[in-house]
């Protein structure tokens, strides 16, 4: 990229300032200063509970504030009173009432969190690993091939999603999981030879400075010992709540510097794009940071759970999908939303999800088709479920692993009995009258022997 292009970029695109808000200034948000009273202290009660961080540019530019509170990016990343239990809402609103200290709220805060399984699927027990005995904390090794890192400096997001299944790592001390040990990163990938990707996550990434990304990620353009490491991928929501990371932050320029010597060392780079809602790619900026980025070198690949509420229809995905085709992203996985924090006000039962999967894929070419799923990133392994049918005359779930824990179990189908009440592979029995799943003992075994 030269100078010239980067002042042709400006003069189209102007600087923009980044300005947060979070739940202490959810009132000092214009266009909420509009909205009845009893809506905003809903959300006040909701946001003492969940983290809740927006910026001007998704409060401006993403959200329809004529079509509030149905609006899809509103209810993204404002939240919504029915994101809490009845009861739980009932608690904190009672206590906000009574003018309590900011000590009372946070201890009927961390007493409601700790019931919203904070850490769903072994997080914090199977999937860190161990070097000499010691717990590596900040990295994840849940599959052979693949170590997610979270950089400390990584640890927040330009904004917040209100589904986010990472949503403790924004909320207190206690619960957060990180790292800025670049000799311990590594070290760990110079003993593993078997990794050859490493998942720069959070948090967002990109909410980093270029500079401090780069003392994770430059030793792997040169270094022998990690020659290995063939991919580098950065698991992002900034292409839709910040673009201009991408574009005109002063550091930009440098961040994609930083993609094309990876790209030009060998590396596979992927931008993996959170993406909700076709609504989030509207805007001129999204396209240049898109452009960008693709000129680098880089691939963009996009993933995202279904959402009730937000983007539950097969319409919605269609349309979303046929867009980042255009556009140059690769559609990558459609989730099951996780079964943590306010899951309840998001979930989708099993066979629904399945319906709407294979109406939107029915809609869109062979090149939207890459999209994975749906998939459940569930303790055992990312379980897709590859149809619904009627076998021996039972009504059963097909279901496979796209990735496990333990590589063997990969692409074995197995069947589950059809439950309309099922929202999670925890929820799932057994067809044909099987005691167990065939993978479902050794998982026991495994969870029973990180203890």
């Not at 957060?176 to 998942?199: C, K, M, Q, W």
């Not at 894929?361 to 890459?370: E, N």
């Amino acid at each position: 990229m030269n100078q010239s292009t980067d002042l042709e970029t400006l003069q189209i695109y102007p600087q923009r300032r980044f300005k947060v808000y979070q739940h202490r200034q959810l009132d000092k948000i214009a266009p909420v200063q509009g909205l009845p009273e009893s809506l905003r202290f809903a959300m006040r009660v909701v946001a003492s509970v969940l983290p809740f961080r927006v910026n001007e540019y998704v409060i401006n530019d993403l959200i329809d504030w004529q079509r509030v509170p149905e609006d899809p990016i509103f209810r993204l990343t404002f939240p919504q009173a029915k994101m809490l239990r009845p009861a739980a809402f009932e608690r904190m609103a009672q206590l906000l009432r009574s003018g309590p200290s900011n000590e009372q709220v946070q201890q009927l805060a961390a007493q409601i969190r700790a019931q919203m399984n904070p850490h769903p699927a072994g997080q914090m027990s199977l999937n860190v690993p161990k070097q000499q005995g010691e717990s590596l904390d900040g990295m994840q090794h849940k599959y052979k091939e693949t170590l997610l890192f979270f950089p400390s400096q990584g640890q927040y997001c330009h904004s917040y999603c209100t589904f986010c299944f990472r949503w403790a790592q924004f909320v207190g001390r206690s619960l957060r999981f990180n790292s800025n040990d670049v000799a311990a990163l590594h070290g760990y990938l110079s003993s593993h030879p078997e990794i050859t990707d490493l998942l720069m996550t959070g948090g967002d990434p990109m909410v980093m400075r270029t500079e401090k990304l780069a003392q994770y990620l430059t030793p792997l353009l040169d270094s022998p010992s990690l020659a290995h490491v063939r991919s580098v991928r950065f698991g992002t929501k900034a292409l839709t709540y910040w673009p201009y990371r991408f574009v005109t932050d002063e550091d930009a320029d440098e961040l994609l510097r930083l993609f094309e010597r990876l790209v030009r060392a060998g590396k596979h780079v992927t931008v993996m794009a959170h993406l909700n809602h076709w609504r989030e790619m509207e805007t001129p900026i999204f396209e240049e940071a898109v452009r960008r980025i693709r000129a680098t070198g880089a691939n963009i690949r996009s993933q995202g759970p279904l959402l009730a509420n937000i983007n539950d229809s097969a319409e919605d995905w269609a349309q979303m999908w046929r867009r980042q085709v255009q556009l140059g992203i690769v559609p990558y996985y459609f989730f099951i939303e996780r079964d943590t924090g306010p899951k309840h006000y998001f979930e989708v039962p099993l066979h629904r999800a399945y319906e709407i999967y294979r109406d939107a894929i029915s809609q869109v070419s062979g090149l939207a088709r890459t999209a994975r799923g749906p998939s459940m990133s569930a303790g055992p392994g990312k379980v897709e479920i590859q149809g619904i049918c009627e076998v021996a005359g039972e009504k059963v779930f097909v279901l496979r692993f796209l990735q496990a824990r333990n590589p063997a179990w990969t692409y074995r189908p197995f069947f589950a009995r059809y439950d309309t009440q099922a929202y999670w592979l925890d929820d799932l029995k057994p067809a044909f009258g099987e005691a167990q799943f065939f993978w479902q003992q050794e998982y026991e075994a495994m969870c029973a022997g990180s203890g």
